[in-house]
């Protein structure tokens, strides 16, 4: 845990802003701290948390939050180095090194992605490739030409950009991908597997979001790939349970909160990211000291509720993946046509039986009965940034 002295430089921060008459003057501990939440930031939209002089900021991006206003976040030159730092440590902890040619398939623009990644390849000394989202045919001659050996997307436009790549004729074998950096949604161990056989290359997770800074608030280490490294010289890391807001043991999933140690221009005091996920502080094989949160499960709100189980998309990816014969391109159709959820799963794949074989094996793994709808391949529409998994018509 950071000294008191680290957090106080925080909450002195935080007080210059609307949100500072919230904060106790007596607080001893960070669980003594008011939460942030998503809707004080929208509240304040867009600019209103700022707590540097609006001549110094240098950039805005914003969440990619579907519903409603966007949520603005800003930085001065001092976060815009502070970012670039920890995606440079997440990105050289994977393995990129300079002179690496890194393929950023991430898209450019308000979306944090596109230019996290950017930074952290410059600031390593790596060749970017700027390819950003879309036109996926030319990604893969992209790569194929500049020889990429780092690909940046999210997982499920890397599956898109994989099958472009099959249809120009080529394989893993024509290509020198080495290293894959997916995030910005959830994803699977199955999922992992899948991008590995298809790609060539070694699939890493990292997560972030712009209101704690953007990319590069944790990583996986390839040593164990198990659990993604906080940068905790920068983030506090917290997990709560969603409902009570009461602190969870490790090793227990809840939501992550984060507070923001060295941003100066909209700091955070523990943020709830609605998040779902655990922690774990064990020492790591690879020797790093920081602690490591569980891949994200997904978002709370995005928990499904089907008849009284409760259950995350990512559930359902994890037991389709392991029936021969599917396409990983899947979307949840949710609706109560009477008093009850009904779940249908539209899938893709060829084979015998199949959408019996994926039915059986969602009810055997996550206790759930869906309804497949088998659509012909090519159906399911394919993501160039963040997948839609779940279309709710309740
Ligand atoms: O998605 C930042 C990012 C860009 C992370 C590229 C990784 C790679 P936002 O658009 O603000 O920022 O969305 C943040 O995306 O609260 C999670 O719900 C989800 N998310 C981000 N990374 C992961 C991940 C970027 N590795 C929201 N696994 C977060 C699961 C993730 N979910």
Redesign the pocket.
Known sequence: MPTREAIERVVERVRRTPLGARIPADWERLEDLPFTAKEDLREHYPLGLITVPHDELRRVHA???SRGKP?IVAYNQHDLNMWSEVMAYCMTMAGVKPGMVVHNA?GYGL???GL??HQGAERIGALTVPAGGGVTARQALLLRDLQGQVL?S?PSYALHIAQSIREAGLGPDDLDLQIG???????TDAMRTQLEAELGLTAL???????IV????AAECPEARDG?HVMEDHFIVEVVDPKTSEPVPDGTDGELVFTTLTKEAMPLLRYR???IASLNREPCVCGRPFARMS??R??YDDMLIIRGVNLYPSQIEEALLHVNGVSPHYQLVVDRPGQLDELTLHCEGKGTNLAARVKHAIREQVGVTVRVQLRPMGEIPRSEG?AVRVIDRR
């Open positions: 969440s990619s939050g949520t991430y979306f944090t992605g996290g990644f940046c999210t950096l997916f995030g910005a949604e959830p994803w997770n990292l997560y972030g979001l712009s209101e953007g990319p590069g608030v993604l990211t609605g998040d891949p994200v997904g978002r963040k």
